[in-house]
């Protein structure tokens, strides 16, 4: 019979930052930083280990109108090298662009984007980096998302169907309504 197997211990120490900017009317950048501290100890492998690391994930968003009618948007994330129990997994991300085209008389707008610009999004795991695994695992596994395979090309089209301005009513059923709220 197989028993659960999980951490004996684990500790986290994260600070997460983020950073806004705005240069005129024209370019918005998000900046996101999440570093941690890490400790963990396992006891399911041959040998009992315990692990201490730093790690961090980090995002960044610019967005710039380049006309009236166009915008531009440039994103990417990373995530450090981490681990999860006993396994390695090294660092990987992704780097994505978009323009976007504001069509006239509320019409809605059209984006045209790209997901995984450089074809990063590739995680590469580690088993028996640590630690003599069982059986003696030792092993390299990549797993490749579709996005990894190939860049992922989106046209998309939105339009707001409904009013931006909210409307009331002071007679008929909402006034109804209000008053069983009340």
């Known amino acids: 019979m197989l028993a659960l197997q999980n951490l004996v211990r684990q500790d986290n120490l994260t600070l997460l930052v983020g950073l806004p900017f705005k240069i005129g009317n024209w370019w918005d950048m998000n900046y996101h930083i ?3 501290w890490r400790r963990f100890n396992l006891d399911y492998t041959a040998l009992p280990v315990e692990k201490i ?11 710039v109108k380049l006309h009236r009618d166009f915008l531009m948007e ?3 994330w990373y995530n450090a090298l981490s681990y999860d129990g006993s396994k390695k997994i090294k660092g990987f991300g992704s780097a994505n662009m978009g323009l976007k085209k504001t069509l006239k008389q509320n019409w809605g707008n059209v984006q ?4 995984n610009i450089f074809k990063t999004m590739n995680l ?8 003599r695994e069982a059986f003696n695992l030792n092993s ?19 339009r707001n ?10 007679n008929g059923s909402t006034s109804d309504e209000n008053d069983r709220i009340r």
């Open 140 to 158: 390299e596994v990549t797993y490749v998302p579709e996005s990894g395979k190939s860049r992922i090309f989106k046209v998309t089209y939105s």
């Open 161 to 170: 169907f409904g009013g931006t301005r909210a409307t009331s009513r002071s």
């Open 112 to 115: 045209l984007s790209v997901v």
């Open 74 to 76: 440039i994103s990417g």
């Open 53 to 63: 690391y730093f790690t961090y994930s980090a995002s960044v968003n610019h967005a």
């Open 124 to 131: 590469k795991s580690y088993y028996g980096a640590l630690t």
């Open 34 to 36: 999440t570093g941690g």
